[in-house]
């Protein structure tokens, strides 16, 4: 049975990823002032650019319900869809996608349609989303997968490690006192997605070496063997410090795939450059 994978801006797929398992990608919008982009859209390198010109601190939004409800009718209705999205605890795009398909089903109630609130963005979309399509070429079916995705999205773990917080600042998300002082002291912040996605703090580690090496060992909290399991990690315009990272990770754990992509303008709008994101499936209890 032929399933159609959907997912959002914040995914930041590779484009080999993407074309590989056909997904299909609906936007979400960054915004500058009176100006609206299409988050997968907008390269990296021209945001930051924009982001460093601009006065004015950049948001970002979801479609409205109707958006995704075209969105899902437009895919034949002998194709069941899953569709794997950001976080609903950090947008509003998960509960408008329920929105969008409950109003498909009320005129096509024999259409098969998932949507997942993923508690994750960037790596750890792709991170499911390469999981999904492995599982289809292995002939899962859509009710096979739909319980397999559940189980993955419980074990799903993102970290994040900045190399900056001025976003945190520009963005509100922490106090400019706070912010000054943990500049001047080389503070760098460990962070992870709880379980509904919101992004907190794990720890603060004074000096970049420290934290991208503190960033590396928090993997080992989490599992005991890696060499059956995969790690996808995104960078916002930072591939070189992200290579060097994921050898590290590779040389500690061997993990049996790794993904590397460019965080997107949605996503680096919180992260800012020089960051790292990882995900993966963490051991079961």
Same mark, same amino acid.
């Given at each position: 049975m032929q399933v159609q994978l959907m997912t959002d801006s914040s995914a930041d797929l590779p484009i080999e990823l993407k074309e590989k398992f056909n997904i299909i990608t609906t936007p979400l919008f960054v915004h500058f002032c009176n100006e609206q982009? #299409? +988050?997968h859209e907008l390269d990296t390198p021209t945001f930051l650019k924009k982001l460093n010109e601009s006065e004015v601190? %950049?948001?970002s939004s979801a479609p409205g319900p109707h958006e995704y409800y075209e969105a899902f009718k437009a895919i034949p209705e002998?194709? %069941?869809i899953i569709y794997l999205g950001i976080s609903q605890g950090i947008s509003s795009a998960y509960n408008h996608a329920v929105m969008g398909k409950d109003m498909l089903l009320e005129e096509q109630p024999h259409r098969k349609i998932e949507v997942f609130s993923t508690n994750t963005s960037s790596p +750890? $979309? #792709?991170l499911l989303l390469n999981e999904a399509g492995e599982k289809l070429s292995e002939g899962y079916s859509f009710e096979q997968l739909v319980t397999h995705l559940y189980d993955r999205v419980d074990r799903t =773990?993102? $970290?994040f490690v900045l190399k900056t917080i001025d976003n945190l600042v520009r963005g509100g998300r922490l106090d400019k006192v706070k912010g000054a002082i943990a500049k001047t002291l080389n503070i760098k912040l460990l962070l992870h997605a709880d379980h509904e996605g919101k992004v907190e703090v794990l720890e603060? =580690?004074?000096g970049d070496k420290k934290a991208l090496r503190r960033f590396v060992e928090q993997i080992g909290d989490y599992i005991n063997q890696a060499e059956h399991k995969a790690l996808a990690m995104t960078h916002c315009n930072a591939k070189d410090r992200g290579e060097q990272v994921l050898q590290s990770i590779q040389e500690t754990y061997g993990f049996k795939q790794t993904i590397l992509s460019e965080i997107g303008? =949605?996503?680096?709008?919180h992260t800012g450059e020089g960051s790292l994101v990882i995900s993966f499936f963490k051991d079961k209890k």
């Amino acid at each position: 049975m032929q399933v159609q994978l959907m997912t959002d801006s914040s995914a930041d797929l590779p484009i080999e990823l993407k074309e590989k398992f056909n997904i299909i990608t609906t936007p979400l919008f960054v915004h500058f002032c009176n100006e609206q982009y #299409i +988050g997968h859209e907008l390269d990296t390198p021209t945001f930051l650019k924009k982001l460093n010109e601009s006065e004015v601190f %950049p948001s970002s939004s979801a479609p409205g319900p109707h958006e995704y409800y075209e969105a899902f009718k437009a895919i034949p209705e002998d194709v %069941p869809i899953i569709y794997l999205g950001i976080s609903q605890g950090i947008s509003s795009a998960y509960n408008h996608a329920v929105m969008g398909k409950d109003m498909l089903l009320e005129e096509q109630p024999h259409r098969k349609i998932e949507v997942f609130s993923t508690n994750t963005s960037s790596p +750890g $979309l #792709i991170l499911l989303l390469n999981e999904a399509g492995e599982k289809l070429s292995e002939g899962y079916s859509f009710e096979q997968l739909v319980t397999h995705l559940y189980d993955r999205v419980d074990r799903t =773990v993102t $970290l994040f490690v900045l190399k900056t917080i001025d976003n945190l600042v520009r963005g509100g998300r922490l106090d400019k006192v706070k912010g000054a002082i943990a500049k001047t002291l080389n503070i760098k912040l460990l962070l992870h997605a709880d379980h509904e996605g919101k992004v907190e703090v794990l720890e603060k =580690v004074r000096g970049d070496k420290k934290a991208l090496r503190r960033f590396v060992e928090q993997i080992g909290d989490y599992i005991n063997q890696a060499e059956h399991k995969a790690l996808a990690m995104t960078h916002c315009n930072a591939k070189d410090r992200g290579e060097q990272v994921l050898q590290s990770i590779q040389e500690t754990y061997g993990f049996k795939q790794t993904i590397l992509s460019e965080i997107g303008s =949605v996503i680096s709008t919180h992260t800012g450059e020089g960051s790292l994101v990882i995900s993966f499936f963490k051991d079961k209890k």
